[in-house]
């Protein structure tokens, strides 16, 4: 293996976490020519991705993990091999409590590929992250090799380069916008950026944005803030109209109507890893001042205590009647059930309501191995629920429940709109 000063299609890429962004992003590069080594701490994964599957659902990633796999251009591992390029793409959690952000799965792969590098690597971390992250990793790792010269103060011309390049895409849409979108790329200095656009090059017939690291991970941060601040405005919206006696969906479809108005939908929350947690990123780094991006966090993450009383309501005058959770990931048509309302709201009813509440989603088999606590939840197909329950909350509006109706009596918390008529 050589030592790059640039990336070909025939460097080497390492992928350190193949989760809902890495294994994507590597069945990309081995697409696009590069051979890549997947790393993740799940055998599972591991095992799923050398027999040329894919341990997530996504359109699409199926086949091209089959395909990469048997052209010899990907297999994983669980440990960090020698390579020329290294992505991180591992969680970065937020305290729910302190709501303080989580580096140490960063940390930690920074560790691990330590023993491996060596002059002429890039190392990119993809991972939404606080502001100056990067920098810490890179600080770490001249810690562990102090036999490489990294980017950082005093240094001109570093062995190592580091840069930021988040990702933006969507589940649903992955394999088609890792392509299409353009993409941020901070590096550490002109070079790192230099040599991380080639690599992304590779693949991405957007535009690679020249940037440094610090602006691009504020940049990845404001992205998700903005939106989260549109649906807080859309839930709080939402609970007004209920207030008063308005249809949410008819107030918000008239008055996007207007040319400079783009209201998102409400919801019983907002969830996923990105939008229900990088807003926080934001406020930990300039608490006085992100007045506007707590607030919104406020509002989103009241949501599910919101529906939970709607539900409440519905049961006050029939304590023990049958409740239906329809949809539990946090969006529709995905398997993703990270930071998950509607997984919140389902939860708290059975526990609540032991033995009254069952659960439908049509992705329940990734539930066990999400890493959520699914501890109460019984499930039960959509139809049946419906046609025995006497309150039926409608979570996520998956496409697998279109054409299903509640019996006629039964109570209805829509949180999403779905069975709205005109």
Known sequence: MSQPTTITTSSVVSVIGLGY??????????SAGHPVIGVDVSQRAVDAVNAGEAHIEESGLSELVARCVKSGRLRATRAPEAADAFIIAV?????????EPDI??????????????????????????????TRRLAELLAELRPDLRFP????????????YCPERIIPGRMLQELVENDRIVGGMTPSCAALAGQLYGSFVRGACLPSDDRTAELCKLTENAFRDVNI??????????DDIGLDAWKVIQLANRHPRVNILNPGPGVGGHCIAVDPWFIVAGAPERARIIRTAREVNDSKPHYVMAQVEAALAAKPTARVVCLGLSYKPDVDDFRESPALQIALELSRRYPGQVVCADPYEEAL???????????????DQALAECDVAVMLVGHSAFKGLQPRTGALVVDTVGFWRHG
């Open 21 to 30: 962004i890495g294994l994507p992003t590597a069945s990309m590069f081995a």
């Open 91 to 99: 969680p970065t959690p937020v305290d729910h409590h302190t709501h």
């Open 104 to 133: 140490s799965y960063v940390e930690s792969a920074g560790r691990s590929i330590a023993p491996v590098l060596r002059a002429g690597n890039l190392v990119v971390l993809e991972s939404t992250s606080p502001v100056g992250t």
């Open 152 to 163: 950082g103060p005093g240094v001109s011309e570093p062995q190592v380069h580091l840069a």
């Open 232 to 241: 807080a405005f859309a839930n709080e919206l939402s609970m007004i109209c």
């Open 368 to 382: 066990p191995h999400s890493g959520e606590d699914t501890t109460g939840i019984a499930f039960q197909p959509a």
